[in-house]
């Protein structure tokens, strides 16, 4: 396979804590992009000390819109010649090791967007009760109204390819849910017409503290996505 550039991008509320462990677990040969979405610890100065380009939100904004304002600046640089982005959360949790096989998978099946598997790989033997149990069903939802054949729609580690999201940048304008922005965008994705599959991936621990997403927050989060898209 001919040799890709890529970046990876990932956004951060308050990780000072786990930033030098997931940067130590990054490839070299990656150009490292972090969103700081309105920190109040250090994160941003861990992140500029540890080469992570930075870009920052002064207050929180939401991951939905912290992935957004990657996505755009990156995109939107001409000076950045990537062919692929690969989003990941920061805390520690997906493998950046596993990135070579997202860039083979779209590679081979002609994909825009390659999306983990947590089902496909380890479900994590104790992931939380959502995960097991919903995810499951919201994953069939969006499935049924997008024509995806997902089996894990809202995995966080994904990978973009560069040349296709250039060309439809306004797809990230329209975006209207902040922080469970998963399920629209695949609904928007799917009419404009990007092709996405999916590669099996294994969870790690999280490095430090736990989710803030909440169980119930977050389930109603992703119905009311669905329905206002």
């Known amino acids: ?11 951060a509320l308050n990780e000072e804590l786990v930033l030098c462990e997931l940067s130590r677990r990054i490839p070299s040969a990656y150009d490292l992009f972090l969103v700081d979405d309105g920190s109040t610890d250090n994160t941003y100065n861990v992140a500029k ?4 380009k930075v870009i920052r939100h002064d207050i929180n904004l939401g991951q939905g819109y912290a992935f957004i304002t990657g996505m755009r600046t990156i995109l939107t640089n001409d000076d950045l010649n990537y062919d692929y982005i690969v989003y990941l959360d920061a805390d520690g949790q997906h493998d950046p090791s596993e990135i070579p096989a997202f860039i083979q998978k779209a590679e081979e099946e002609g994909l825009d967007v390659v999306v983990g598997s947590r089902i496909l790989g380890s479900n994590h033997s104790t992931a939380p009760f959502f995960r097991r149990k919903f995810l499951p069903f919201f994953t069939w939802i969006v499935n049924g109204l997008s024509g995806y054949e997902l089996t894990d729609a809202m995995c966080g580690f994904r990978a973009f390819r560069v040349a296709t999201f250039k060309s439809i940048l306004p797809v990230f304008d329209r975006m209207l849910e902040p922080r469970y922005l998963a399920t629209e965008a695949f609904l928007r994705f799917a009419k404009a017409g990007i092709k996405v599959g999916e590669v099996p ?9 736990k989710s803030r997403k909440g169980f119930f927050r977050y389930g109603y989060g992703i119905l009311k996505s669905i329905v206002t898209t």
């Open 1 to 11: 396979m001919v040799k890709m550039r890529i970046a990876v991008l990932t956004s």
């Open 49 to 52: 000390q540890l080469g992570f």
């Open 201 to 209: 991936v294994n969870l790690r621990d999280r490095l430090h503290g």
